[in-house]
């Protein structure tokens, strides 16, 4: 008898822990999808440096190239442009999203940003990665070493000179705001020339080269 109500009690408590173990809650499952990859691609490119009409070019040329061409005076210049990227898209730019640099393809594995606003793709140039720094009118573009821009040649293009075009040079430190008139630049020899994107500025008016700036670049 008392083995019986031993198997009888044993039972109970088996079935009572069954029920409790079927009741308890269950835990809520998380449907939120994992967040998609973003691509980051460059703003659309100003296409009006190809034939510029009013516009200051970070630009190239020898002396060399400033000439005399049906009777009129023009120079050669090699146009140079940077990719610009909206503010927000580089600013929501998380690990496994994808940046499009020159036509190549970043994978983000890190991310960081200084008090500047610069910030660190991968750890920057010097580890495969990127810097990106804030442009005006809501952008970021990216720099290399010594924070230059990261210049790319757009086009060829042969423009007419005004005769009276001045080239304010400040590429020497020691005899800055030396003014040179157009014929006196021609006269510099295409060896001791050093006109690049990252010092010149070439000022058009009207499709005409009328001014020409040239910056200390260490």
């Known amino acids: ?25 269950q835990q809520p499952q998380d449907d939120t999808p994992p967040a998609e990859a973003k691509r980051v691609e460059p703003l659309p490119a ?10 200051t070019l970070a630009a190239s040329f020898l002396p060399s190239g400033i000439r005399e061409e049906d ?16 503010s927000v898209d580089v600013s929501n730019l998380a690990e496994g999203d994808t940046l499009v640099v020159n036509g190549k393809d970043i994978t983000v594995t890190s991310r960081e940003v200084s008090d500047d ?9 010097e580890t495969g990665g990127v810097w990106l720094a804030p442009g005006d009118g809501g952008t970021y573009y990216i ?13 060829s293009v042969t423009l ?5 075009c ?26 001791d020339a050093h006109f690049v994107p990252y010092n010149t500025q070439v000022l058009v008016e009207g499709g ?5 700036t040239r910056s200390y670049m260490p």
């Open 117 to 125: 606003g610069l910030i660190t793709i991968n750890g920057g140039l």
């Open 166 to 191: 001045i080239l304010t040079d400040n590429s020497d430190l020691d005899n800055p705001d030396q003014q040179l008139s157009i014929t006196e630049v021609q006269k510099i020899s295409d060896e």
């Open 71 to 86: 009777g009129k005076l023009v120079m050669d210049l090699t146009v140079y442009d940077y990719e610009l990227f909206d």
């Open 46 to 55: 100003d296409e009006g440096l190809s034939n510029p009409t009013d516009a």
């Open 160 to 164: 007419p000179v005004d005769p009276n």
């Open 1 to 25: 008898m008392k083995k019986a109500r031993s198997l009888a009690l044993a039972l109970c408590m088996l079935a009572l822990a069954l029920s409790a173990c079927g009741t308890q809650p």
């Open 208 to 212: 005409t080269v009328t001014a020409i």
């Open 143 to 155: 720099i290399g070493m010594d924070d230059i821009k990261d210049y790319h040649e757009v086009a």
